[in-house]
Structure formats: C-alpha cells, structure tokens
C-alpha cells in the first residue's frame, strides 16, 4: 500500500491515539503542520479508500481508527527501499551512512549490539 508523505502524518497520528475525528486529527497535527480541516478531511478520505484506515459514523461526525498496522507499513517501507536503493542489501546501507558520517557513537553502540544478537542466535 502506497502512502504519501502526507498521508502517513496522519497516520502517525491515527497510531498514536484512536479513534479520533477529522477535528481531533487537525488538532494533533497543529503543532507540525498547518494543514486546514479540508485538507486533512482529503488526507483521510485517501486513506480511507486505501483501505489504510476505517471510519465509524459517532453522532454526526467520524471517527477514524487505523486499519494498517504502523508495523506492516515501516517493513514494506524499509524493504522497498532497501530494494531500490541497495538491491535488498543491508550492509551496502549502513557503509553509505558511515562514509556520510550519519552514525553517532550510540548507534554504532546498538548495531554491534544488534549483530551480537544475531550472531548468538545462529550458533
């Protein structure tokens, strides 16, 4: 499922708390963005037939609950870019945010960690 940059602001949201109405989402979104009601009404009307969220009519207004799970999307995310960008290779990744110097001391900290892990989990 395709979800646009704007789209998974409202996403986020949507993840964070739910339900919520479109009103209870422009809200959320004050501090970020200054998106009026209608666009973010148009956000989730895309979203809604993505099939990314449902809506529950409460009174007279909706509220929206995400269907996508954050999970499912961050992984077909990471692997479509993982595949665009480094033909599905992960280390090809991590060098390019080494050599640009992207990589604090903390996350070299946690990859070592992480490779530990996996290392101890194929023996």
Known sequence: M?????ESAVM?????????????VVAALAGSRQWQ????????NRLLKKG??????AGRRYLYSPVLRREDWVLDES????????????APL????????K???????????LLEELDDERR
């Not at 990589?103 to 960690?113: M, Q, T, V």
């Open 103 to 113: 990589l604090g001391r903390k996350d070299i900290a946690e990859l070592r960690r």
């Open 79 to 90: 692997q479509g870019l993982l595949q665009r960008l480094f033909d599905g290779r992960v």
């Open 2 to 6: 395709q979800i646009s940059q704007a």
């Open 12 to 24: 986020e949201v949507l993840w964070q708390r739910q339900p919520l109405s479109a009103e209870d």
């Open 52 to 57: 990314a969220i449902a809506a529950r009519k």
């Open 37 to 44: 009601e209608a666009t973010v009404k148009t956000l989730l």
């Open 94 to 101: 991590v060098a390019h945010f080494s050599r640009h110097r």
